[in-house]
């Protein structure tokens, strides 16, 4: 893929939203680009949203697809990345809404780095609990405190104001500070209670650690 001069002697790799609209104008090297330098994060994305391996490539070859395609209607109101971010989420709520009409039982999605059983499980545990909220407030903290954007950006990309996204989060870690509560209350020491704000902290900083595992 040929670079862009910016100066005699100074040569510059094209940014995103030029590598699209080298795509959209038939450039048959840059969409390739951009998948290249973006596809970790759009998987994370997917495999966290959806937890099950198979759904989430399914889902980010429909988005990437998707992508592809609709290169040309791509206005520049956000970054790139947004862009892409929205067209992946998108694709894995189709995906949750399909898979809702024919229940399964997801098994729980973990790292296939090696780590210690007590760690191993505790990942397991936090996934399996993320599959358990409602499709928004999961998709809110995949982007929020898995993938660390801001509650600005995570808006932009699921298209809601910023206040639904606080709620959403909110909500969602109050839910995982009560099924993760074991992991603070060791078995026989009495029931969970409800969640205090440092639970609820709790629970988004163990999603947070799992999303890094």
């Given at each position: 893929m040929p670079a862009v001069e910016a100066e005699p002697g100074?040569?510059?790799?094209?940014?995103?939203?030029?590598?699209?609209?080298?795509?959209?104008?038939?450039?048959?090297?840059?969409?390739?680009?951009?998948?290249?330098?973006?596809?970790?994060?759009l998987w994370a994305v997917a495999l966290r949203t959806l937890g099950d391996r198979e759904e989430a490539a399914d889902a980010l070859q429909d988005a990437l697809l998707s992508a592809f395609r609709a290169a040309g209607s791509f206005r520049g109101d956000s970054a790139v990345t947004t862009w892409l971010h929205r067209i992946v989420v998108n694709a894995c709520l189709d995906r949750m809404r399909r898979r809702q009409s024919r229940p399964?039982?997801?098994?729980?999605?973990?790292?296939?780095?090696?780590?210690p059983a007590t760690d191993r499980d505790t990942a397991m545990d936090v996934q399996h609990a993320l599959q358990q909220l409602a499709v928004d407030q999961r998709s809110a903290l995949v982007?929020?405190?898995?993938?660390?954007?801001?509650?600005?950006?995570?808006?932009?990309?699921?298209?809601?104001?910023?206040g639904t996204i606080k709620s959403r989060c909110a909500r969602g870690r109050a839910r995982l500070a009560v099924m993760l509560g074991h992991l603070r209350n060791p078995v026989g020491t009495g029931g969970v209670p409800s969640p205090s704000s440092a639970e609820t902290a709790t629970g988004a900083a163990a999603i947070r650690k799992e999303g890094g595992s």
């Open positions: 100074v040569r510059q790799t094209p940014d995103d939203t030029a590598l699209l609209h080298a795509h959209a104008a038939g450039d048959p090297y840059a969409f390739a680009e951009i998948v290249r330098r973006h596809r970790d994060r399964t039982v997801p098994l729980p999605e973990t790292d296939v780095t090696p780590a982007l929020v405190d898995v993938q660390g954007y801001s509650v600005a950006e995570a808006a932009v990309i699921l298209g809601v104001a910023e």
